[in-house]
């Protein structure tokens, strides 16, 4: 009982600080594109676009994992089929980003070396690109005893939960167990 409610707070804080950060993330996005103009910080904007959407689905990802643990129900296919969709998302924006950079190079080659806010825009992109992988992939963020000692025992990364419950989804019959969250 005390390992599940131990679960439920940090979910519950999982979901509300993945939120928040969205917000002023993208609060920080608007001043950006009202204080520089929208043309100066266009890259920027893309790469904090992408983070602000990541974090977005985590938020919504842990919301619904706290959801179903404190009532105890099983995640269905219905729920967790957005995310599938996400996924892909973000990996199109991931992709496009570059080749965006690339088209912007090729046809304003002065004006794009002259863009102030480049470096920032590949750090956010960067960044983004590690919040699709947290979540879709591998565990990144290692917050934790129990996740520091699954990583020193193991010696690798962990399997992101929402793959892990995206993928138990596919091979689960109404009947099964549910997901262990981790």
Sequence with gaps: MYR????????NS???????HAVWIFFLCVYLNMEYGSKNV?????GIFLIVFILVQGTWYWRLKLFCLQRNVIESKKELAPF???RIMNEVLIVL????CGLCWIIFHEEFLL??????AVFAYLFGVAEHINYYYVQLMYDNLHDWKYLKINRKLK????????????GRTKNSLPVTAS
């Design 4 to 11: 599940r409610h131990r679960l439920i707070k940090r979910l």
């Design 14 to 20: 999982y979901y509300k600080q993945e939120g928040f």
């Design 42 to 46: 266009l890259f920027l904007s893309w």
């Design 84 to 86: 599938q969709t996400f």
């Design 97 to 100: 980003f570059p080749l965006l």
């Design 115 to 120: 863009q102030r806010y480049v470096g920032w």
């Design 159 to 170: 399997t992101a939960s929402l793959k892990k419950d995206i993928k138990a989804q596919k």
